[in-house]
């Protein structure tokens, strides 16, 4: 049986590793007393804590979040993480300078009313079409449930327009924008994509052209056929890493996540960081009690002040819905052994790394810094990975302690579990074991070598993670904080 | 050239057929006068309107909506519709004494990380079990990005907890329920389905039992092919029209929808409720500014304060949001001539035809009331679709005068055209055409009953409307007015 996991010397909690993940009284707490992990405060005991006593959610008082007015944001000056010259991956070059990882054609929607419409198009382009352009590797539709019967003019309503404009302009879809539009709806072509010029690149269901429901799908298939000629012409060349955009993002956390897998993807990202790439940590709700940790690591007062006001905008929107940040944990993290958001919030931040934080992007928001960024999203794991592609995303690492069959469209996926046992009963699932670092099998160094190597591998198409192997390919799922009409 | 439209012999604007459809005033209408359509006004003159002159959003002033605590809501007496005897149709017959219009499977989920793996098996079972069960119309997944990552707890957050599992329990699934969980997620299956008991209805991916993916594909297509071989013994048999739930709804309303294809909806409505039926309306938006007029026809007190406190619900939500319900018109709707809400509205509940209001149910509530219903829910088509899929709908009836390829794999869609040019573009979209009111070669009661006669023929499987012959099958759109984490 290995010791238990102490993360740092002040902590009075320490996880337990049998039978199941378990955090215990490391000495005697009294009522009142903090009760520390990773070195700060996750709760108030709301009794004494005997000694080995296993430390459950209704012992602690939740403490409030750090108030984000009496943050120091002005004398910020983190060092640069030493540069690591040389790394490269097999890309596909775009003209604007990004790199796919995939070459895939994207099929944007302005609205849902073709969803359907565009489904069926998108089917039969990759029965009918997609096998005579080899080196394409899919056809994906942009569908979604947004673009008209929503307040579209409200507050907030930018952030799922945006989010569907900056999907399009994914470096995986090679710069091919194409639409599918209604005619009607209150998403315009022109508002979704202001800037796209050149030849046609709407389909319009309701134009006069169109007599018939074959004519709009044969419309669709054509527009589709002249775009999946021109990206069969590419090939992956060698890019420098700085054309690497990695989102991470943990989904199903528990007591080890913060101990194993986060902080592995953390030396990853450090990696990457120093390689020349962007980097992007998310999750509101998961940093929202960590930020008087991150406010530090700003690499200016402007890169902090974006933070903070990332963090003032969910709280308001949280507190306009009746709702605050902890309504984020789940029964699953509970189970799993994590107290409450703020213990959570301490172990996701371990996968954002030692790097300075250059820049910070709203929800929906193209990031746009080299290094380590914060990508604003909610933590809901598929919003998450939907904003982190509207980011730019052409990698994405995934952690994961209770284990989920997560898979995107867009980007290779590298799931890493948080214990060896996850990995053992879903071996063809998990990519990357982190488990390793809790029995003492492996270090977080090591763990962090293997996905920064992993990263490397998928994104030049040598290696596929389980879940493209599988076709797990969840939906895009927008947030859309306005109302609906 | 067929002659302008006048609704009521107040108007003051009429609607031109020629060469669009358009709005014009009937005669010289002085600035700050009302402008009247359908016998109400629809807003003030900003300026003088001479005669002919067509009539935009911009030449109005839009009127406050009918305020809701002046409203008589005690002495309400409505006389009910003569019955129709003896309408029935071949249905399938649950033990609930709902019926089914379709013979499906459907597979519940809890939450979306399943979605993707639920869908594949849903593609199998499809190709490889389906052919074996040939009484058996379709498999439909329940597939949604609900029931992790929200505020489920938050004010608002059971509307679609229970749109989740009242869709589950729509007659057309025939009382066989199945769901897919992850294990840890929010919203639990006993959270989702607390009343369901009997044999093993849940697969739970994180079971220790299942070790690999093909384990949880396995189990899924296993729990499915023992549902499949009940429902592929049952037989559509003659059932009452008291049995049939439609529901109405319209998408892309231009000037010609409230003198056309509602109205026609509306007598198809009224011959339903007549037989016996349950139908219902829907939009709270775009009744909003007509509640004055529906008020006098709730059949009891009760009723009526139902209607006008989801009214006040949505008021409350959009001014939450920063919106109000001028949100709800699209450039299609102004494009095919109507003004504002107001007009929209007004031409909207000429689909509630004349009976009585018998019921009201909240977002996501089932509607229990036989006769005509309130069911409240958002205007955007695919939530009203969805609501009304969980209110029970096993036959829906959709207007519209722009045009969508909308449809639904729950349930039968029947899609009017308001406009005969609609019908003529799209001859194998569009299921009937009440444009031929506008032009005079048909009666709204023609078309109403021949309205009412697909209802009866689509609810027996005699006849497909043409989205089930393409296979348009939209995806479930939820309304969660709740913020996500």
Known sequence: MAAPIRVDERDNVVVALEPVAHKVAARKIEAGEAVLRYGQVIGLAVRTIEEGEAVGEDMLDLPAPPPLESLDLESVAPQPLPPLEGIKFEGYLNADGSAGTRNLLGISTTVQCVAATVEIAARRIREEVLPRFPNVDDVVALTHPYGCGVAIDAPGAEIPVRTLRNLALNPNFGGEVMAVSLGCEKLQPSRLFPLI??????????????????DMVAAIMRF?????????????TQCPASKLSVGLQCGGSDAFSGVTANPAVGHAADLLVRAGATVYFSEVTEVRDAVHLLVPRCASAEVARALVREMAWYDAYLARGGADRSANPTPGNKRGGLANIVEKALGSVAKSGTAPIMGVAGPGERAAAPGLNFVATPASDFICGTLQLAAGMNVHVFTTGEGTPYGLAMAPVIKVSSRSALKEKWPDLIDVDAGRIATGAAAVEEVGREIFEFVLDAASGRRRPWADQWGLHNRLALFNPAPVT
Chains 1, 2 share one sequence.
């Not at 010029?197 to 074959?214: A, I, N, S, T």
């Not at 589709?224 to 992956?236: F, I, M, V, W």
């Open 197 to 214: 010029q050149g030849e046609p690149w709407v389909v319009r269901l309701q134009d006069e052209e169109y007599r018939c429901f074959g």
């Open 224 to 236: 589709a056929e002249k775009r999946l000629g021109r990206l069969d012409r590419r090939r992956r």
